[in-house]
């Protein structure tokens, strides 16, 4: 899962598949070959993990943790979980798909990885499930990057695109590729040709693979909302910014 250190590499960054192996290989057919993907966080839990797994290790890959990674590795250990917690139970079926052997590594990824002086990270660099969202003040996204000095960065967590100037530091979203939400079911990625990004998106037959993720999968509510019935934007911006405030 890792690469020697890259300068001046074109890069596909990949956020946010969760187990949606038809959106990935929608992506996949539509950008350009990359030298280098960068898988950056919750490819897990999913519906179909093995096969999400199996097409990105085809690929030149480097990986970070997301929250998906580091509960899905977690959920090998422990009791069985609160079948009301959602996260908990798709972290634990996706282990069990992936087994031991394959899920554990999945915790032990960075947080953080540069590729041609950009930084990269699932949700914020010392926090895989921190939200900044489109609307969040500046106020929480200096926080955040304190300390940060490079002048792009790349977060993906909230499975929304946006582009944000903090400070000195451009901070873009790279959007979900599997659970898009924005409002019209599109795969969301990002395109990084050496150190310049440029927000993609690629329409495909979505409400057809949120129906296949549906037969084997229990969060049918989240795959609704991205996929099948998309919730408008902005619905889906002001819960994760409630949540921010609230500390979840």
């Known amino acids: 899962m890792g690469c020697d250190s890259l300068l001046d590499v074109n890069v596909l960054a990949l956020y946010d598949i969760h187990g949606n192996v038809d959106a990935l290989e929608a992506v996949l057919a539509a950008a350009p070959e990359p030298d280098l993907v960068l ?22 890959t480097r990986w970070i943790r997301g929250n998906g990674e580091r509960e899905t590795a977690a959920a090998l250990a422990g009791p069985a979980p609160d079948p009301e917690d959602l996260a908990a139970v798709t972290a634990r079926l996706s282990a069990e798909e992936l087994g031991a052997t394959r899920a554990r590594p999945l915790g032990e990824l960075p947080l953080t990885t540069e590729v041609d002086g950009v930084l990269y990270f699932h949700a914020t660099p010392a926090d895989d499930a921190e939200i900044l969202t489109r609307i969040s003040p500046d106020e929480r996204y200096a926080e955040a990057l304190s300390g940060v000095t490079h002048g792009l ?20 979203n790279a959007g979900s590729v599997g659970l898009p939400y924005e409002g019209d079911g599109v795969a969301r990625w990002l395109w990084v040709a050496d150190g310049v990004p440029e927000r993609r998106a690629t329409p495909y037959d979505a409400a057809a693979a949120g129906a296949r993720m549906k037969e084997v999968w229990p969060d049918v509510m989240s795959i609704d909302a991205a996929l099948v019935s998309p919730v408008p934007a902005a619905e889906i911006t002001e819960l994760f910014e409630q949540r921010a405030r609230q500390g979840r």
Do not use: S
């Not at 898988?39 to 290790?57: N, Q």
């Open 39 to 60: 898988v950056g966080g919750d490819a897990v839990p999913g519906p179909f993990a093995v096969a999400t797994l199996d097409r990105l290790a085809q690929l030149p």
């Open 153 to 172: 960065v790349v977060a993906g967590h909230t499975h929304q695109q946006h582009d944000r100037m903090v400070g000195g530091t451009r901070f873009i």
